[in-house]
């Protein structure tokens, strides 16, 4: 069974699927990680996390530590013989467990080959997504990388079922970025990896600022996806909080029992979670089978659908963006490229130098994030823009920290309430 069919038969089951992040260097490490994941009180995929050497390709540097038995903050596949890395999945990996490959690389043919060999068909990421946050890499370049390893996926044929690939635009910066952008770079990675020839993608969305506006935002990335994916199987998948997370334990559960919230109330399929140590360091085992089986919990406390219009406003701004970028060229890869130089895609704060950083956002009284500044980007007579005051240091970290803050204040409330409650 493939990756999408495990997803939809637990959706079809009434489950959502619930995943962590997690990476370990030792492959024994490694396969503890993943058993654990899979004997979770809840309905579970695996993940491989890779290494940030490997993410960069400094293999070098991963192999001194291999050698030296150095912690690494992840799975160095590529250094890893294939033969290894089926052995540490044999007897974990199957039609009921399914794992997947998360890397954020700007140039991932490395680890496309490796992860191939190794007989994984599942992945994430995209030639924004895993560029413009995480490298200096020049935007064409990342769109090359991209288009080649898609290729490369779908020629390998593998086993297990379709190649699988998750858009990672929905999780742009993971914060301060308006849910408008968040939903057109996703769409369009989507379709990207469609054009190409894949037809088995999830789209990702991160949980935002507001419950209501994050309603709308997936609203309007299941409406898009439907219009532009007609004959692509694709589901929706939640990141909880990307940004600073809550210090408190209270905070932390209640932030990510409002991710599950939000991926039940939009009828969401899977959801990557985050622990109670985010703030602090990267979790253990336990604290990661901790947060899966919490997600599970809120998620099936949560028993009602959002009403939401279609034609919302998120709606109205990610269908612009698209629009705007597909009229740019007829082959897509370059059109991104040219709606980056343009400035029609601009990332607030985001300071790669194919951003043109003209477009700045804001956080208002609700906790909705809106447009301040525009630069280039066509939503004049969409989107009223709102004039703020200059930011500041201490504006931009009150901002950075809204969320954070929110959650962790529930701490002096009443910890049985929060600890399975929605967003704030």
């Known amino acids: 069974m493939s990756f999408e069919e495990f997803v939809a038969r637990s959706h079809a089951a009434g489950a959502l699927v619930v995943q962590p992040r997690m990476g370990f260097g030792d492959p024994t490490a490694m396969r503890a990680g993943l058993a654990a994941t899979r004997s979770a009180r809840a309905v ?3 993940t491989l996390t890779l290494d940030s050497y490997t993410r960069v390709r400094d293999t070098a540097s991963a192999e001194h530590a291999l050698r030296n038995g150095l912690p690494l903050n992840g799975y160095p596949i590529v250094n890893h013989p294939p033969e290894v890395t089926r ?14 490959v998360r890397h954020g690389s700007a140039r991932p043919a490395d680890i496309f080959r490796a992860m191939i060999a190794a007989g994984l068909h599942a992945t994430e990421g995209g030639p924004v997504s895993y560029c413009l946050p995480y490298s200096r890499t020049p935007l064409d370049e990342a769109v090359r990388n991209w288009a080649f390893c898609t290729d490369l996926l779908l020629a390998a044929e593998p086993e297990g079922g379709r190649p699988h690939v998750e858009t990672f635009g929905g999780c742009m910066m993971g914060q301060l970025c308006p849910p408008s952008e968040l939903v057109a770079l996703s769409v369009l990675e989507a379709l990207f990896f469609y054009r190409r020839g894949l037809r088995s993608i999830s789209v990702s969305y991160a949980q935002q600022t507001n419950m209501e506006q994050d309603q709308e935002a997936v609203s309007a990335l299941r409406g898009l996806c439907a219009e532009l994916l007609p004959e692509a199987t694709w589901h929706v998948v939640i990141y909880a909080y990307m940004g600073l997370f809550p210090r408190t334990e209270v905070g932390a559960l209640s932030l990510l029992a409002g991710a599950a919230e939000l ?7 899977r959801l990557i979670v985050k622990t109670t140590a985010e703030a602090h360091r990267i979790p253990t085992v336990a604290e990661n089978v901790a947060a899966l089986e919490h997600a599970h919990l809120a998620a099936r406390a949560t028993i009602h659908r959002a009403t939401v219009a279609a034609d919302n406003q998120v709606y109205r701004e ?3 963006l698209v ?28 300071l790669h130098p194919d951003n043109a950083g003209q477009a700045r956002s804001f956080l208002d009284a609700e906790g909705r994030l809106g447009w301040s500044e525009l630069g ?11 004039r703020q005051a200059a930011l500041t240091s201490s504006t931009l970290m009150s901002a950075l920290s809204h969320v954070q803050s929110t959650h962790d204040a529930l701490a002096f ?11 704030a």
Request: glycine content about 12%; overall charge negative.
């Open 263 to 269: 991926a039940v109330t939009t009828g969401s399929e």
């Open 318 to 320: 990610a269908a612009a």
């Open 87 to 100: 052995g540490m999945l044999a007897g974990l990996m199957d039609a009921d467990f399914p794992v997947q």
């Open 413 to 423: 409330g009443d910890h049985e309430t929060v600890a399975i409650g929605g967003q």
């Open 376 to 386: 280039s980007l066509p939503l004049r007579g969409v989107v009223e823009q709102r």
């Open 44 to 46: 579970t995929v695996g």
């Open 323 to 350: 629009d705007a970028v597909l009229n740019c060229h007829e082959d897509l890869g370059r059109a991104l490229v040219i709606a980056f130089k343009r400035g029609l895609l601009d990332v607030p704060f985001c």
